[in-house]
């Protein structure tokens, strides 16, 4: 079965930077992106960037530009997504996603269990 | 960047209920919007894609429809586990944008 399976809770000072990994298992990693996306407590969900694992491609959604980084290992099948220059407001839940087309429609259908990140001093 | 616009941002209903929630893009995005169900303290599910296509395993008392700038999902007859949050989204040229979501909640 699909899963993918996210690292622990982080707690972080302002300025600092924080990697979250995303280990998949299941089906082929390379076959499909990772989404990475963002909630933060009581908020909606805010999409950051999607990866290709084949070729590393990335993109980045323009809210985080030159902060976000995203990477991969495929000999381990696990993506990663580094955020840079800590701020309290970077404090949520973060997700990885399987990305899929459906139909045409990008989207992803099977999601991490999330990894909590505090921003604090 | 295409902004996504849920009403309403809460809505209150009994079980049985047939519920409709509206979403609308800024600007066209022909059929290229998925929905989502969130529970607390649990990730995302997808219900719904390319606007009214049901996703594998979720119950056909949930709808949507739309094109362009406006779509809808309807559930037919609310269930105790429809209680939750929903999200739609948008993916333009991989660029994603979600709603600032719905709240079912038991009335």
């Known amino acids: 079965q699909v899963q993918l399976v996210q690292s622990g809770a982080e707690v972080k000072k302002p300025g600092a930077s924080v990697k979250v990994s995303c280990k998949a298992s299941g089906y082929t990693f390379t076959s499909y992106d990772v989404n990475w996306v963002r909630q933060a407590t009581g908020q909606g969900l805010e999409w950051m960037g999607w990866m290709n694992p084949n070729s590393g491609n990335t993109g980045y959604a323009q809210t985080f530009q030159g902060r976000v980084t995203m990477t991969r290992n495929t000999s381990i099948s696990t993506a990663y997504m580094q955020l840079s220059s800590l701020r309290s407001e970077d404090t949520a839940v973060y997700y990885c996603a399987r990305g899929v087309d459906k139909g045409g429609t990008k989207t992803s259908d099977y999601w991490g269990q999330g990894t909590l990140v505090t921003v604090s001093s | ?107």
């Open chain 2, 1 to 107: 960047d295409i902004q996504m616009t849920q009403s309403p941002s809460t809505l209150s209903a009994s079980v049985g209920d047939r519920v409709t929630i509206t979403c609308r893009a800024s600007q066209s995005i022909s059929s290229w919007l998925a929905w989502y169900q969130q529970k607390p303290g649990k990730a995302p599910k997808l219900l719904i894609y390319k606007a009214s296509s049901l996703e594998s395993g979720v119950p056909s008392r949930f709808s949507g429809s739309g094109s362009g700038t406006e779509f809808t999902l309807t559930i037919s007859s609310l269930q105790p586990d429809d209680f939750a949050t929903y999200y739609c989204q948008q993916c333009n040229s991989y660029s994603w944008t979600f709603g600032q979501g719905t709240k079912v909640e038991i009335k």
